[in-house]
Structure formats: C-alpha cells, structure tokens
C-alpha cells in the first residue's frame, strides 16, 4: 500500500528549501506508529513524553534508557518510510561523551531508530559532535526543555525577553554547527522562532512555536483526544476525540456480556452432534440461554 520512498535528512532538507511544512507527531506503539505511517507524516518522534502519556508520570524525568528502546522497538517494526527519531532520555547523554554514545548506540541498535533528540543549548554541543562524528543523525530541541523542568519551574513560554532570547538564537546557531540536522523550538514566541527559522539552515520543527517554523510537531494522545494528561494546552489542536470513543466502545462491551448478548452464536464453536452424543447424550444445540437472551451484536 504504502510506496513512498524513506525520508531521509536530506529530504528534510530539501522541504524547507522548497518551503514545504515538515509533519512530525509522536509514536510510542506498533498500531499507533503504523497509522501515523499510513497518514503520511514525514518524522514519528518516539518522544520521552511517552513517561506522561503511556506511562502516568508527571513529567519526563522517570523515564529510562529501556522505556525509550522498547518503544522504539514497536515503532520502528511499523515506521516503513517515515523518519523515526528518539528521544535520548533524562541525563543518558551528560557526563562522558562515551556513556553519551554507548546509550546513543544501544537505541540505534536495539531501538532501530534513525536518529537521537536530544534537549539543551551550547552545553550539550559537545555530545551532539560525537553522536554525529559516529554517524548518528541528532535532532536538537531548544526552548522549553521538559527534562530540566524543576530548574525552569514550570511549562511556561522560554526566550521572552531580550537576553533570553539572544542566548536561544545563539544556542540554535552552535547546535547547528554542531551537526544537528534539525531542531525542535518548544514553547517560544511566534516572532523568536521565526528569526531562528530564518537564520538557520536546517529545519525547525515547532511546538508552541508558532507558524513560522518549517515543521510542526504534536503529542500523538493530543491530536487525538486519547486518554491521560490532557489538560488542554493553548498550542494543541484536538483533531479527534478517541478516549470517548473507546470508553464508549468498552462500555457497550461490559453491557452486552453482562445482558449475556455477547458472545452470540456468530462468535461461538458448535460440538459434532456424536461427540455431544457421546459426551453426555444430547444433542449439540446451542445454549438455551443465549438464544432466548438474542445477539446484538454489531458485524
Ligand atoms: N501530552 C503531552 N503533550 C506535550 O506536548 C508534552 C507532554 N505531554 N509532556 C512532555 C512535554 C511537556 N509539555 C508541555 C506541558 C504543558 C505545557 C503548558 O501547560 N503550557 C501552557 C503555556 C503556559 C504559558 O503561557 O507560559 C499552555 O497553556 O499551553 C506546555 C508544554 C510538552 N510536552
Ligand atoms: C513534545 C515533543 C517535541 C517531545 O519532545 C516529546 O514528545 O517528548
């Protein structure tokens, strides 16, 4: 079904030269991953968000080396062509450049993933250079960076003012040069992402960062109305309710097994009439009950 050729860095490229809206949204699963692939995004992020959404923490700390890999696992088993990037997660790139590329390489080798996101600004310059000097592909994300949110002390808009916002300028500059083929801008102004799109060659994907940015990226259970924290966010767009939908599809559920219409003979094994014969000596006909109880099930 699905012919398009794997997006690469390049093409991520090409599409901010030509002016084209980058589409990136987050994955964490095998069904979820392969429906962003049929929907034609061009990047699944396997974002640490996965610590909120999947996983019920309050923030993106607790989440580990293995949490990433093992859903990186399932992404990338459905990702044919999009371009899969990873978030390296809380402080698995601090410290020594080695213990940066041994968690670097194990979710490229375990995970599968294509490329490495890593949050931070000048100070993690160094870590982007070995990554890319081995081959990784690294994705920056400067702004709101929810790994150090006990330091910024809350989800609130970064680079307000002028100082502020010549450091993330600056900071997007030396990631770039550092070898970072794309980069996330998170919660800034409208009028800061766009002086950082301007001035960078590489592609800036935005969240909460207005029109301005080469690419867009969202929480895939924002876009879709699907489950846990989602108190609603200025920058979310809600395209769909599933949460209602499937608490709804569960409770018709509960309902019919508990009116004993489900399961109804469609969905049922019948015995050979001689084995029924033989096993007790009736006859094989289906359950009394159930036939007077009727089937409403649906397909
Ligand atoms: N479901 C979900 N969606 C996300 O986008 C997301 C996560 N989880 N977890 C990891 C980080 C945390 N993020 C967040 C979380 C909250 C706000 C928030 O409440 N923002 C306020 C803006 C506050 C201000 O005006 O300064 C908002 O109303 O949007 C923003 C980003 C983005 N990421
Ligand atoms: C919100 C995006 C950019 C992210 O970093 C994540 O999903 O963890």
Same mark, same amino acid.
């Given at each position: 079904?699905?012919?398009?050729?794997?997006?690469?860095?390049?093409?991520?490229?090409?599409?901010?030269?030509?002016?084209?809206?980058?589409?990136?949204?987050?994955?964490?699963?095998?069904?979820?991953?392969?429906?962003?692939?049929?929907?034609?995004?061009?990047?699944?992020?396997?974002?640490?968000?996965?610590?909120?959404?999947?996983?019920?923490?309050?923030?993106?700390?607790?989440?580990?080396?293995?949490?990433?890999?093992?859903?990186?696992?399932?992404?990338?088993?459905?990702?044919?062509?999009?371009?899969?990037?990873?978030?390296?997660?809380?402080?698995?790139?601090?410290?020594?450049?080695?213990?940066?590329?041994?968690?670097?390489?194990?979710?490229?080798?375990?995970?599968?993933?294509?490329?490495?996101?890593?949050?931070?600004?000048?100070?993690?310059?160094?870590?982007?250079?070995?990554?890319?000097?081995?081959?990784?592909?690294?994705?920056?994300?400067?702004?709101?960076?929810?790994?150090?949110?006990?330091?910024?002390?809350?989800?609130?808009?970064?680079?307000?003012?002028?100082? %502020?916002?010549? @450091?993330? &300028?600056?900071?997007?500059?030396?990631?770039?040069? /550092? =070898? !970072?083929?794309?980069?996330?801008?998170? *919660?800034?102004?409208?009028?800061?992402?766009? %002086?950082?799109? @301007?001035? &960078?060659?590489?592609?800036?994907?935005?969240?909460? /960062? =207005? !029109?301005?940015?080469?690419?867009?990226? *969202?929480?895939?259970?924002?876009?879709?109305?699907?489950?846990?924290?989602?108190?609603?966010?200025?920058?979310?767009?809600?395209? /769909?309710?599933?949460?209602?939908?499937?608490?709804?599809?569960?409770?018709?559920?509960?309902?019919?097994?508990?009116?004993?219409?489900?399961?109804?003979?469609?969905?049922?094994?019948?015995?050979?009439?001689?084995?029924?014969?033989?096993?007790?000596?009736?006859?094989?006909?289906?359950?009394?009950?159930?036939?007077?109880?009727?089937?409403?099930?649906?397909?």
């Amino acid at each position: 079904m699905e012919t398009r050729k794997p997006v690469t860095t390049a093409k991520l490229r090409k599409m901010k030269e030509d002016g084209k809206p980058i589409t990136v949204i987050t994955a964490y699963d095998y069904p979820s991953a392969m429906l962003a692939e049929q929907a034609g995004v061009e990047v699944i992020l396997v974002g640490d968000s996965l610590g909120n959404v999947v996983l019920g923490y309050d923030s993106t700390i607790p989440v580990t080396l293995d949490d990433m890999i093992y859903h990186s696992k399932a992404v990338t088993r459905a990702a044919k062509s999009s371009f899969v990037v990873t978030d390296m997660p809380f402080m698995t790139y601090h410290g020594s450049l080695d213990t940066a590329l041994r968690n670097g390489a194990r979710i490229m080798q375990e995970g599968l993933a294509k490329a490495l996101k890593l949050e931070g600004g000048a100070e993690i310059v160094p870590a982007v250079q070995a990554l890319v000097q081995a081959g990784i592909p690294v994705m920056a994300h400067v702004g709101l960076t929810p790994q150090s949110i006990h330091q910024i002390g809350g989800y609130k808009v970064q680079g307000k003012n002028s100082a %502020q916002a010549k @450091k993330l &300028l600056d900071d997007a500059k030396a990631l770039e040069q /550092a =070898g !970072a083929f794309a980069i996330v801008l998170e *919660l800034i102004t409208e009028q800061l992402a766009e %002086q950082v799109t @301007k001035q &960078l060659s590489i592609p800036t994907i935005g969240i909460g /960062a =207005g !029109a301005g940015c080469d690419g867009q990226v *969202l929480v895939f259970h924002d876009v879709l109305g699907y489950g846990a924290d989602l108190h609603p966010k200025r920058f979310v767009k809600t395209y /769909a309710n599933i949460g209602e939908q499937i608490r709804a599809g569960i409770q018709s559920y509960v309902e019919d097994v508990r009116e004993r219409r489900f399961p109804g003979p469609e969905h049922s094994f019948q015995m050979e009439g001689e084995v029924a014969e033989h096993l007790y000596g009736g006859s094989a006909e289906p359950k009394k009950e159930r036939l007077t109880a009727g089937s409403t099930s649906s397909i």
